[in-house]
C-alpha cells in the first residue's frame, strides 16, 4: 500500500474519508495530475509557480485538499472571490481568502465543484500567477 491510501485509510470520520476518495477523482479528473500527499495532510494536484511584485517566488499546489477532522479544506490560491455565482450554487459551505470549507460532499453539488476547481486550475497554470488569495 502507497503513502497516499494509508493516509486516506487513516482519515476521520469516515465521512471525512469517503469524501476524500470522491475528491481524489474530482481533482484528477479535472486537472489530469495525479495526486501527491504533501506535509500536513494535503493531498496536492499539479504546481504553479508564483511571483509577487516584492520579487518573492516559489512553487505550490495548483489544486488541492485537506480532509481535516472538522471539514474538508479545498484550496483555490487564486481566491474564492472570482467564484461567487458558482458558490452560490455549490451547497452548504463556509469559505476563507483562499480556502472552501465543506462538512459533508454528498450535500454539494459536485457539477459547480468541479467547475470551480477547473477555472481555479487554468488560472493558476496558465503562466507565473502573481497574486495573492484575494488581490485582484
Known amino acids: 500500500m502507497d503513502e497516499l491510501s494509508e493516509y486516506l485509510d487513516s482519515v476521520t470520520p469516515a465521512r471525512r474519508r469517503d469524501d476524500a476518495r470522491t475528491l481524489l477523482a474530482l481533482m484528477a479528473e479535472v486537472t489530469g495530475e495525479q495526486p501527491v500527499l504533501h506535509r500536513g495532510g494535503i493531498i496536492g494536484f499539479g504546481t504553479y509557480h508564483y511571483q509577487y511584485a516584492s520579487g518573492r517566488e516559489g512553487d505550490s499546489i495548483a489544486a488541492g485538499f485537506a480532509p481535516r477532522k472538522a471539514a474538508t479544506t479545498i484550496y483555490l490560491m487564486n481566491g474564492v472571490d472570482r467564484y461567487t ?3 452560490a450554487e455549490l451547497g452548504p459551505h463556509t469559505l476563507g ?7 459533508d460532499l454528498s450535500a454539494i453539488d459536485l457539477d459547480a465543484l468541479r467547475a470551480i476547481v477547473r477555472d481555479s486550475y ?5 503562466g507565473t500567477y ?3 488569495a484575494g488581490e485582484d
Open 85 to 87: 455565482a458558482e458558490l
Open 122 to 126: 487554468e488560472t493558476l497554470t496558465s
Open 130 to 132: 502573481g497574486q495573492r
Open 97 to 103: 481568502v483562499g480556502c472552501l470549507y465543506i462538512k
